[in-house]
């Protein structure tokens, strides 16, 4: 079984819906991710978390929020989506190490027409 | 300013060869790590190797090395042997201390390895 898993792995909506990308792991790791993925940016940060009461505004926030349920659990949200939230998420997590080594979900491509 | 640069879009290699991808950073942090990922047209991302800003020795991970140049700023991925399926996106990235250890990537280079 993956240790990172990210449902829906593909999602078409319209613009202005609401729209949830969840994310559980496995690893029991304390810091979870959010990242989107648009072709030739690589990928940017969106918010982060490191433990269950701590949240964190990434580099690209504006128009999406987040929700740590449990350890194991980080919720996206895209409030009402637009157009130009059509990109490529990946949800990650990382041990308190000292490394912070980033391992990944499958991704989930979303597409807001 | 760019965090993270990777200046060359795609690369060649034969198979067998060995090629160098090229990053560099911008940080005033002393402490930070510094990250290779492989994407491959699947689409899952795939860490590869990890160095310390402290560490004195270049990483290695079986047929991945990183040249890791401070004073330049330049940690590069060397892969030796290419092989066919090493050809993917790669991926440089930085962990920064200051920001909140927050990562930053760059655009990224696309490997093809010829047979």
């Known amino acids: 079984d993956a240790d990172v898993t990210q449902t829906p792995r593909n999602r078409i909506t319209k613009t202005g819906k609401r729209i949830m990308l969840e994310c559980s792991q496995t690893k029991g790791h304390d810091r979870m991710y959010w990242y989107r993925q648009d072709p030739g940016l690589g990928l940017r940060l969106i918010y982060y978390?490191?433990?269950?009461?701590?949240?964190n505004k990434g580099e690209i926030s504006d128009g999406y929020s987040v929700s740590r349920q449990a350890q194991a659990k980080f919720s996206l949200s895209l409030e009402s989506a637009i157009p130009n939230q059509t990109a490529l998420y990946f949800c990650?997590?990382?041990?308190?190490?000292?490394?912070?080594?980033?391992?990944f979900g499958p991704g989930t491509r979303l597409t807001v027409l | 300013a760019q965090k993270i640069t990777q200046t060359q879009p795609g690369m060649f290699v034969q198979e067998k060869e060995a090629v160098t991808l090229d990053c560099t950073y911008d940080t005033s942090d002393p402490s930070y790590g510094l990250f290779w990922y492989k994407q491959p047209s699947s689409g899952e991302m795939i860490f590869l190797i990890y160095?310390?800003?402290?560490?004195?020795q270049n990483a290695t991970e079986g047929r991945y090395s990183l040249n890791f140049q401070k004073a330049r700023k330049s940690a590069n991925l060397v892969i030796s042997a290419s092989q066919l399926g090493d050809s993917a996106m790669y991926f440089c990235a930085m962990r920064e201390p200051s920001t909140g250890n927050q990562f930053y990537f760059g655009t990224g280079t696309s490997l093809t390895v010829i047979p």
């Open positions: 990650a997590t990382s041990d308190s190490d000292g490394r912070d080594t980033q391992y």
């Open positions: 978390s490191f433990d269950v009461k701590d949240i």
């Open positions: 160095q310390g800003s402290y560490d004195q």
